[in-house]
């Protein structure tokens, strides 16, 4: 098994109790009236070739009833501009509940998934046609959304991993050596395909111009790999993938 540190210990055990731990029996009766927490907000450079390509901003929110991840993400390369937004509900123990993506710029196309019996259904349109298309997917609720674009989703991911497969054993969290596999669905793409998800060391890395300790995972999948670093608290700092593309927390 591999160790995180035990000062990362505290902000771990906080983060997936909030976000993606099994409310108590009582949950509901606490649910009226209750307010959501913000567990991460703020905004995402995403960089190609060392340029400024896009803005992503994003705002991860946690109550009784589960939880609320929503991003905005702006491009502008020259004339051409794209602006897409999405909101994520999923239940507290990290189930979908419901997905919705739109496309406002430069066409304006929407999709939504949620779990219907032993499927996840996506409705979408697509360009000028306004006429609603419906795809199935043989998938269980449990499967993670990781849409593109959407680079908060890759943090949510990171926290599953964490909250689902790593232990607490003697005051350290200890992950597995081998990587666990995700399903994951692509709502843009309508796609899905497994991926996996490994701790892999405590590592440094630049952040704003100085070098930092951050814990780093590395997420691979069929389309190509990603290497996430997120800090003490577990908030993602930059992730990297093997096109070049950097994305960097502002």
Known sequence: MKTFGNRTIRALLILTAGLLLTLPANAKDKAKGATEDTVDSGSFGVFSGGHRVATETFAIKQGPEGSNVTSVFKSAQGELQAEQSSEL??????????????????????????????????????GTDSKPHEQNFLLPASTMVLDDYFFVQREVLAWKYMATSCKKEKGALQCPFQPVQFGTL?????????????????????????????????????????????????????????????????
Do not use: C
Request: glycine share 4%; no cysteine.
């Open 89 to 126: 509900q999923l239940t507290p123990s990290a189930d979908l509940r419901h997905y919705q993506w739109r496309s406002i710029s430069p066409e304006k196309i929407e999709a939504s998934v949620a779990p219907s019996g032993d499927f996840l259904v996506e409705h979408f349109t697509t």
């Open 186 to 250: 692509n709502p843009h793409a309508r796609s899905s395909m497994a991926v996996s998800i490994e701790f892999a060391k405590r590592d440094k890395a630049t952040f704003h111009g100085a070098e930092q300790e951050f814990n780093k995972f590395i997420m691979k999948s069929e389309v190509g790999d990603w290497t996430i670093w997120l800090d003490d608290q577990f908030k993602l700092i930059r992730l990297t993938d093997d096109s070049g593309t950097e994305v960097v927390r502002d």
